[in-house]
């Protein structure tokens, strides 16, 4: 079999393992909504002002619930298989329209993250690693032990209190000015989202970076230890070609896997990012639902972020396929 | 054990970790020594910046005194990560030592389920979790620990693997000893090392997570914590800076301190890393 | 004999404070001339590997560092040449090749672009030419189809293949010396030969000078212009093949070289016509890959063993050879219940050991027992000696008194100190460790032993102590043993019959001397050719 086949392979392979996977998220989407229900129906009912039984029971067969578990667990598939995932009662809109129109903010900021923590972890940990027991590795060790100790919310306030506030060089909140131009692709709103996009990835992907510094750091250290390193030397090559040919691209494959398993934690962290600069996307959305106790949407941005995450593994798998020659092997 | 002091002892940051978290566990000892009224109390003139009307480090827009809440609120992330870490290790190692040891059935279920928790965003789904189950100590501990376990199980389930597999394993085999002796007396002290390292460094990350949940205001609400400190500062960033930075710093150098033990844990219990650099 | 390309005088390579002894390598002479080959021999430990790095500049540095002492390499000397220039000499004047060609070579760059660096960076030349130089190279050590294994990756290649490319990697200049820091020990038998005649085959064509590190004697008959032995970092022993081999002069390599298990089997032992273990038509088969969770492509069968059939007489020693993969191991484990075989009978006197369930095996575990081959994998290091020995017969219902007085019995039998019986593994060396896992099989008081590589991971010294010992118990206590070996030489010293066995097929059995004298099997004979030295008759 060719490799191009064999890597074509290994990429659908991974597609299909992820489908149980969803299916599994999926169901225990459901089980947490019947968890939920009961209450959504009690919160309804209360806000109503008329809790009568009969009208408890009308709210009960409205979403289903009188129906028995299995029952109702085929419905809920059905309908999450046909995009229908329920209705918010609070923003009175279909739950997917609600989520796809906040989807777009949020991927701007998980790509733009990804990119810088990625990015310069590896140009960190690189940095780190050739430069072993220096200034600048100390310097960079102590950097990324502090940041990955720091909770995210309190760096962007302080970002906040420091960028936006004191020295006006970013806006606090939102994702454009208000008086922006509507043309979605004109330069000046272009400059605008991106302006606004600073301190949000900024905030977001410190702890990120400080991982993949952490990471890229030891996973050089580990490869300059094989013994092809020494058969390098052997051959007479210079040590800036060993490290950045041969130990770098080895060193690499454990980090993009990383990356890759680290989409979901991105995601969370999203949440507090997105609420603490307002960033309009499907974190503040989570925030708002969780204030206003709409579990429905809740549990529809959480299937969305989770199939997002299966995406992104995609495009990573992808991407190691073409690092890794190994990969049917593994 | 006096060996292992030796090795830990040669990590000089991880000894100021130490020294650092024996302060953040003397000052949640004595929190209700040093400030016994109710953190939540009006305690004086409110927006009080640091040093000032008898506040050493302000109080909030409600008049609360922010050193009374970082005090009382090491209490609550000291004890939240420590029981959310117990319950994880816990039932991680129960789940990846009985996958890993038998294999079969059970691995690919467990795999599958670690897979799902690697694919779903971990923090929303504590959020979930604890949104539907209401804020409470408990809920909260549950949260953290059931999106905390699989990693535990996944590392206990390699160890597993790979020592089922040694020989003086199979020698036990051939002497006829019981599953349970194998795998208790046998195959579980020798990974007890990885465990105990993953586990310091996860009393970090369920502090961290703590202090989300409650910056999002899923915090217990009768209980003073530092997210909750720090989400009810935000609004007032403009005019009182103090209540949200004291809280922040307060989390920063717990799970710094806890990380610098547990890297000093790992390279005292694992002989092979130390021998690098 | 022409001017040496290399003189090593009075070479010192220090190890950091704290280790056992302060120099690795201690003031050691030796000189190596163009189209020779220097045999380097010792056991583990002995320093031969560190001074054949410090040749190459590839001390690790710096803890462990040339103290003193000078190598001179035509007029430089190549301790204190300046960095630039020793890379210069690396690869193109000095190359080599090392024991494990998976983990030496880039697993992520082909081989084309691995054997290609080495022009890049020694010589100015077209893109076409070195491609063709380096298909050439291939050609040259015999790698089928050479364009194609150009652009293989390592792992695509089997560990024979992928030292024949080390080896063009390491030739492509055409280097007046290659240093081979034991090349063939990873390799399979029947590899080795071939990797060995391959490296006599380039040196004499390109008159290289080759310092061959290595432990095996055998190895050093079949290859060797002159020998140098070395002990604890000293240099006991310097001279030509024929002298060193045949007529050694210091005790050491006397020691060393008696200690080499001779190729002439050993005078049959009476055979009982008895048999105490009867294995028929054992068969266990591998799969990995496909299920229906795991999505995995299309399915791997292995046959491990395929319709093995074995009989072990009262009071013998049953040989079972063959190279890795052969299914030896698999025959092994099924016999004593690690691994459950598919069909098959494993009687045991009258028992049919193999469809027992657990509870219904455990009495009959006393009777059949196993030694492993690694001494380090085999004794949990959290228990102590005295523990790991008497939990058998504990489990098997023995009172604990009478357990602990058996356990210190055996000590002695084995010979190693009571002492011992408090210790932990880790402080005992390969050798005693061997004797442990030996007394823990022991003490259960086995008819039948199953010994699976028992010594292949020991120092010749080491291991016919071992072997003594061995030997020594199964006269004592009339066992009869299943002897698993890859090494002929220690076939011929142990068993009394041989089963040769490949890809899971037993192919010949027979008494080990007839098997010796007469081998039917097209792959014994193949095996017995390969066996490295078998034309120096030692012992």
């Known amino acids: 079999m060719s490799r191009t086949a064999k890597r074509l392979r290994y990429v659908l392979k991974r597609l299909l393992q992820a489908i149980p996977i969803v299916l599994m998220i999926v169901v225990v989407n459901f089980f947490l909504l019947h968890m939920a229900e009961g209450d959504a129906v009690d919160v309804l009912a209360g806000e109503a002002g008329s809790a009568t039984p009969e009208y408890m029971a009308e709210l009960r067969a409205k979403f289903g619930l009188d129906q028995p578990l299995p029952v109702q667990l085929f419905v809920y598939l059905k309908n999450v298989l046909s995009f229908d995932l329920g209705y918010s009662f609070r923003h009175e809109m279909p739950v997917l329209e609600l989520v796809m129109d906040r989807f777009w903010p949020t991927l701007l900021l998980m790509v733009s993250t990804i990119l810088l923590a990625v ?8 940095l780190a690693a050739t430069g072993l027991n220096t200034w600048r590795d100390t310097l960079i060790s102590i950097f990324a032990l502090v940041t990955y100790a720091t909770p995210l919310f309190w760096v962007g306030l302080m970002f906040i209190v420091i960028f936006a506030l004191n020295l006006g060089w970013f806006p606090t909140s939102g994702m454009k000015n208000v008086a922006a131009f509507n043309d979605t692709w004109s330069w000046a709103n272009i400059k605008d989202v991106a302006h606004h996009l600073v301190l949000p990835t900024i905030t977001l992907s410190l702890f990120y970076l400080a991982l993949y510094t952490r990471l890229m750091r030891a996973s050089m250290l580990e490869q300059a230890g094989m013994d092809y390193v020494t058969t390098a030397r052997a051959k007479g090559l210079t040590e800036n070609r060993i490290m950045f040919v041969h130990v770098l691209r080895n060193a690499l494959l454990p980090v993009v896997t990383m990356a890759g398993v680290q989409v979901g934690a991105l995601i969370g962290g999203s949440v507090i990012v997105e609420s603490v600069f307002a960033w309009p996307g499907l974190g503040m959305l989570a925030f708002e639902a969780l204030f206003a106790r709409d579990l429905n949407l809740l549990l529809g941005i959480f299937l969305l972020s989770a199939l997002l995450v299966v995406a992104v593994n995609l495009v990573v798998d992808i991407i190691y396929s073409s690092l890794d020659p190994r990969i049917e092997v593994s | 054990m006096v060996q292992f002091w030796r090795l830990f002892r040669r990590n000089r940051s991880a000894v100021l970790g130490l020294v650092i978290l024996g302060l953040v566990i003397l000052m949640a000892a004595t929190a209700h020594l040093i400030f016994p009224d109710d953190p939540f109390r009006l305690a004086g003139r409110s927006m009080s910046p640091p040093g000032e009307n008898g506040f050493l480090l302000g109080s909030d827009s409600l008049g609360r005194d922010v050193a009374a809440g970082i005090a009382h ?10 029981m959310a870490t117990l319950v994880a290790v816990g039932l991680g190692t129960l789940m990846g030592g009985l996958a890993g040891y038998y294999g079969g059935l059970i691995d690919d279920i467990l795999m599958r389920v670690t897979e799902m928790f690697q694919t779903i965003p971990s923090f929303v789904f504590a959020i979930l979790l604890v949104a539907i189950m209401k804020p409470s100590i408990e809920s909260i501990v549950i949260a953290i620990a ?17 020592l089922r597999g040694r020989e003086f394993v199979q020698a036990c085999h051939t002497l006829g000893m019981s599953d349970a002796r194998i795998i208790l007396r046998e195959i579980l002290p020798n990974c007890l090392s990885p465990i105990i390292v993953i586990g310091s460094l996860m009393v970090a990350t369920a502090i961290l997570i703590e202090s989300g949940l409650a910056f999002l205001g899923l915090g217990d609400p009768n209980i003073m914590s530092w997210g909750f400190q720090i989400g009810a500062g935000r609004t007032l960033l403009r005019s009182a800076w103090w209540v949200c930075t004291f809280p922040g710093i307060a989390i920063l150098i717990t799970v710094l301190a806890i990380n610098l033990v547990g890297e000093g844990l790992n390279d005292a219990l694992n002989p092979r890393l130390r021998e690098r650099t | 004999m022409s001017a040496p390309l290399l003189e090593i005088r009075d070479l010192h390579v220090a190890l950091p404070a704290g280790s056992e002894r302060p120099y690795a390598v201690e003031a050691v002479n030796a000189d190596l001339a163009p189209n020779e080959i220097l045999c380097i021999v010792g056991e583990s430990g002995s320093g031969k590997s560190l001074m054949s790095r410090a040749v ?19 007029e430089e000397d190549l301790v204190t040449i300046p960095d630039a220039r020793l890379r210069q000499i690396r690869g193109s004047d000095i190359s080599m090749i090392f024991q494990e060609p998976m983990t030496a070579l880039n ?24 491609r063709e130089r380096a298909i050439g190279l291939l050609d040259d050590v015999h790698l089928p189809d050479p364009a194609a294994s150009m652009r293989a990756y390592p792992h695509e290649l089997s560990g024979g293949q992928r030292q024949r490319a080390m080896i063009a990697m390491a030739l492509a200049l055409d280097p007046k010396i290659l240093i081979a820091d034991e090349p ?5 038998v029947t590899t080795q030969a071939q990797i060995l005649k391959l490296i006599k085959e380039m040196q004499e064509k390109h008159d290289t000078g080759v310092l061959f590190i290595t432990h095996d004697f055998g190895v050093v008959a079949d290859i060797a212009d002159r020998v140098a032995v070395m002990q604890g970092g000293q240099m006991v022993e310097a001279g030509t093949a024929a002298e060193v081999l045949n007529n050694p002069q210091h005790p050491y390599t006397q020691r060393l070289i008696e200690a080499v298990p001779s190729l002439t089997p050993r005078p049959p032992r009476v055979q009982a016509a008895k048999p105490v273990l009867e294995v028929k038509n054992l068969t266990k088969t591998f799969r990995s890959g496909g299920g229906f969770l795991g999505f995995g492509g299309e399915e791997r069968i292995v046959h491990a063993a395929k319709d093995v059939t074995l009989e072990l007489r009262h009071g013998e020693t049953l040989g079972i050879v063959g190279e890795s993969g052969s299914g030896k191991s698999t025959v092994a484990r099924c016999i004593v219940r690690l691994i459950e075989a598919e069909e098959g009978k494993i009687l045991l006197g009258d028992t049919d050991l193999r469809p027992l369930g657990r509870a219904a095996m455990r009495p009959h575990r006393a009777r059949i027992q196993m030694v492993f081959q690694d001494p380090f994998a085999s004794l949990n290091p959290r228990t102590k000696v005295g523990a790991i020995i008497s939990q058998g017969p504990i489990i098997q219902g023995v009172p604990r008194e009478e357990a602990e007085a058996k356990t210190r019995e055996l000590l002695k039998v084995v010979g190693l100190d009571e002492r011992a019986y408090d210790r932990y593994p880790h402080e005992f060396s390969g050798g005693q460790r061997q004797r442990i896992g030996i007394a823990r099989a022991l003490v259960l008081g086995p008819d039948v032993l199953v010994a699976d590589e028992p010594v292949s991971a020991l120092d010749v010294s080491i291991q016919a102590q071992i072997l003594r010992l061995l030997d020594e118990i199964r006269e004592r206590m009339t066992l009869s043993m299943i002897f698993i070996t890859h090494d002929l030489r220690v076939a011929a010293q142990v068993c009394d019959r041989l089963a040769v066995m490949r890809y899971g097929e037993v192919v010949e059995t027979g008494p080990t001397a007839e098997i010796f004298r007469d081998p039917r099997h097209e792959y014994t004979r193949a095996l017995l050719a390969a066996v490295p030295g078998k034309d120096w008759r030692a012992g």
């Open chain 1, 119 to 126: 990015g310069f972890g590896i140009v960190l940990g690189l």
């Open chain 2, 73 to 82: 609120g090491a209490k609550t992330s000291l004890l939240i990560g420590l």
């Open chain 2, 146 to 162: 059931v999106v905390s376990w699989p990693a535990v199980a996944r590392l206990v389930r390699g160890e597993f693997l790979s």
């Open chain 3, 56 to 74: 190459m500049g590839l001390l690790p540095k710096p803890h462990v560092h040339v103290a003193k002492g000078s190598i001179r390499f035509g």
């Open chain 3, 107 to 130: 697993p992520v760059m082909t081989i084309g672009d691995q054997i290609d660096e080495v022009f890049r960076f020694h010589e100015k030349m077209s893109r076409r030419e070195r």
């Open chain 3, 184 to 188: 063939t020990t990873a390799l399979d």
